[in-house]
């Protein structure tokens, strides 16, 4: 059995495969830009892992339904094991498929709020993790950013708002995917590091 490790969000905890993507900076600053939320919200993650985004924003807003989409059936499986863990199964549903399939299970239009935290590497370039895990969450091999700017438009319809964490190397690739989808950007966020 992989070595795991638990994180802490607020007053919830999370298990997590010390082998596999891990907790980043980067899902706490997406939470911070889709926050606050109501409570008829209704959140949709792609691509959620073992769904610390999920735990944030259920621990810092009223919102009743948010659904975590995740591909990979043992990252679904640490998902369902921390949302029950945190007595939160009323409020947080993990399904196990690919979000391009999407469509096969929801109407158009079926949540307010779209989040992703998308592989940053697009698929044939950049260096693949042997770790298969990593390498589906980080590199676009299971779905590009086209695709998941395309799911997100579906599951949001007209009057939803969606909202990514995305490298700023990228940013005029996602520009281009967003208006070829007929979409508009409403606000945009950059985030500067420092590294020594």
Excluded: W
């Excluded at 949709?44 to 892992?49: A, F, K, N, Q, T």
């Excluded at 590497?121 to 395309?150: C, N, Y």
């Amino acid at each position: 059995m992989p070595a795991q490790s638990v994180e802490k969000i607020g007053r919830y905890s999370f298990m997590q495969d010390n082998a596999g993507q891990k907790l980043t900076q980067d899902t706490l600053l997406l939470a911070d830009f889709i926050l606050p939320l109501k409570k008829d919200d209704t959140v949709v993650d792609l691509g959620s892992g073992t769904g610390p985004l999920a735990l944030i924003l259920a621990s810092r807003s009223p919102v009743k339904r948010i659904v975590c989409v995740e591909a990979q059936k043992a990252l679904c499986d640490m998902a369902r094991g921390n949302v029950i863990a945190n007595g939160l199964a009323p409020r947080v549903e993990v399904i196990e498929k690919d979000f391009r399939d999407l469509t096969e299970v929801y109407p158009e239009g079926s949540f307010s709020v779209v989040a992703s935290n998308p592989p940053y590497i697009k698929a044939g370039t950049g260096r693949i993790s042997p770790v298969r895990e990593r390498a589906i969450s980080r590199t676009g091999v299971l779905g590009g950013l086209g695709d998941i700017i395309d799911a997100s438009r579906y599951l949001c319809g007209p009057y939803g708002r969606i909202c990514y964490v995305f490298p700023a190397r990228r940013l005029d690739e996602m520009c281009k995917e967003i208006e070829r989808a007929g979409l508009k950007k409403r606000r945009l966020r950059l985030i500067y590091t420092h590294r020594d």
